[in-house]
């Protein structure tokens, strides 16, 4: 079973503009982790953040974190056409060893 | 080095019949995960190695499916009498140690088709 969700499902932007995509999950985690997926291919890590953290940034990525809510966010700025993509969430409950990813948001950026 | 790789890229079956898929992780990484992804769904947590030993096969959806990694880097994904519904794409990860605060290298998958 799936443990995160992700919503949008679905986002579509125009280029230069800001998405933000977020995650739900259930259970108490270690670390919640957002990873990207381009169509047909692997996943790749983008960033990780651990459950005493709120906010994290890479780059153009902002991640924030709510354990009280069991939510995060994923901020990404000034998008461009190549950060079209699913981003999937995965947690790292506190118990046992699985990952749990959610369905994904699938992001579009227009030229 | 080399990433995660998989193979075969596409593996096309009957029903019934029994596959085997392959995972070369990143070398010197400790930790190898299996996954199994629908279309339009996220990965699937199937089974977990640390080393040698399976350290949480509970993902893994009957006793059908069971995988191997007998030297603690090359794994192999098997699946007997396939099914249709075991059609999906299977990714294989891995990381340095645990995957608790290491990140996970993914490997492009084998896409399975039963037919």
């Known amino acids: 079973s799936q443990q995160g969700e992700e919503d949008p499902q679905a986002l579509s932007i125009q280029e230069g503009e800001n998405a933000t995509m977020n995650c739900s999950y259930k259970t108490s985690i270690n670390n919640l982790q957002w990873y990207r997926q381009n169509s047909g291919r692997g996943l790749v890590h983008l960033i990780l953040i651990r459950s005493n953290e709120r906010e994290k940034h890479s780059g153009r990525l902002r991640v924030t974190l709510d354990t009280s809510k069991k939510s995060s966010s994923l901020l990404i700025t000034a998008s461009r056409a190549a950060d079209t993509a699913s981003y999937f969430c995965a947690t790292d409950p506190d118990t046992g060893n699985q990952f749990y990813f959610g369905t994904g948001t699938s992001l579009t950026v227009i030229p | 080095g080399a990433g995660v790789s998989q193979t075969p890229s596409n593996k096309v079956t009957e029903k019934g019949k029994y596959v085997e898929l392959r995972c070369d992780p990143i070398?010197?990484?400790?930790?190898l995960y299996w996954y199994r992804q629908s279309l339009g769904q996220g990965p699937e947590f199937l089974i977990y190695?640390?080393?040698?030993?399976?350290?949480?096969d509970s993902g893994l959806p009957n006793d059908r499916f069971f995988a191997v990694r007998p030297e603690g880097s090359v794994s192999t994904l098997k699946i007997q009498r396939t099914e249709r519904g075991d059609s999906a794409v299977y990714l294989c990860?891995?990381?340095?140690?645990?995957?608790?605060?290491?990140?996970?290298?993914f490997g492009p998958g084998t896409r399975l088709t039963v037919l």
């Open positions: 070398s010197g990484h400790t930790a």
């Open positions: 190695f640390q080393g040698t030993g399976a350290a949480d």
């Open positions: 990860a891995s990381s340095r140690a645990t995957g608790r605060i290491n990140e996970q290298f």
